[in-house]
Nanobody
Framework: QVQLVESGGGLVQAGDSLRLSCAAD????????MAWFRQAPGKEREFVAG????????YYQDSVKGRFSISKNNAKNTVYLQMNSLKPEDTAVYYC????????????????????WGQGTQVTVSS
């Protein structure tokens, strides 16, 4: 059974930075696209960023381009989301997810294509 465990969320002020981590256990991590999604109160969960199996290719939702950076360390089975210049509208529960099929698409935003999810970590940005 694959487990994904997020950490690093918290309460920050607008303009601050946070780094989220997602540790994976039980899967050959280097073969799968990993992604971060988020869900704000009263809204549907949305794609934030994705990274390919090698850690070379990345893809971002327009609203976070230039502010967020996704990376991964295959040796540590960990994916990261560096979030800079945070805004109140970034407030959400952030989830990491592993794509269902190996060697998939970095820009895949359809949640049905991800079969493993973490429990989520809360990020709150105050104005």
């Amino acid at each position: 059974q694959v487990q994904l465990v997020e950490s690093g969320g918290g309460l920050v002020q607008a303009g601050d930075s946070l780094r989220l981590s997602c540790a994976a256990d039980g899967r050959t991590f280097s073969r799968y696209v990993m992604a971060w999604f988020r869900q704000a109160p009263g809204k549907e969960r949305e794609f934030v960023a994705g990274i390919d199996y090698s850690g070379t290719l990345t893809y971002y939702q327009d609203s976070v381009k230039g502010r967020f950076s996704i990376s991964k360390n295959n040796a540590k089975n960990t994916v990261y989301l560096q979030m800079n210049s945070l805004k109140p509208e970034d407030t959400a529960v952030y989830y990491c997810a592993s794509q269902r099929a190996p060697y998939g698409s970095t820009s895949e935003a359809d949640q049905r294509e991800y079969n493993y999810w973490g429990q989520g970590t809360q990020v709150t940005v105050s104005s």
